[in-house]
């Protein structure tokens, strides 16, 4: 049997105060609450990195790796708002020009779970 979901991943700077610790851990609830769970990397110590160019030299972050997936369909606009104004958020609160989040619907194998 498959489930049809939505896979978000979402890219946050690696956090480094407290008050981006809660700022994460907020994030990990909400998403919790909307998609029943998440799988996240480790931030301490962080052990992904991000490269770009700014225009003038390659800076590197150090990124928190964030997946969730969403009980629906990708093309939800229920869902598409809800990312819309998450990646608004986590713009806003970790001071980020961008904010990345992807989404890829997904299937997933659901032979001999529990109903």
């Known amino acids: 049997m498959l489930e049809t979901r939505t896979r978000i991943t979402l890219l946050l700077p690696a956090p480094t105060t407290l008050a981006q610790h809660y700022l994460v851990t907020d994030v990990f609830t909400e998403l919790t609450q909307v998609c029943g769970g998440l799988t996240a990397s480790s931030d301490i110590p962080p052990v992904f990195g991000g490269w770009w160019y700014d225009s003038v030299q390659v800076v590197e972050d150090k990124i928190l ?51």
């Open 65 to 115: 790796l964030i997946f969730a997936d969403a009980p629906t369909v990708s093309t939800d606009p229920d869902l598409l708002k809800y990312l819309d104004g998450l990646k608004q958020q986590c713009q806003d609160d970790f001071v980020q020009d961008i904010i990345w989040i992807t989404i890829e619907e997904i299937n997933r194998i659901t032979a001999g779970d529990p109903p």
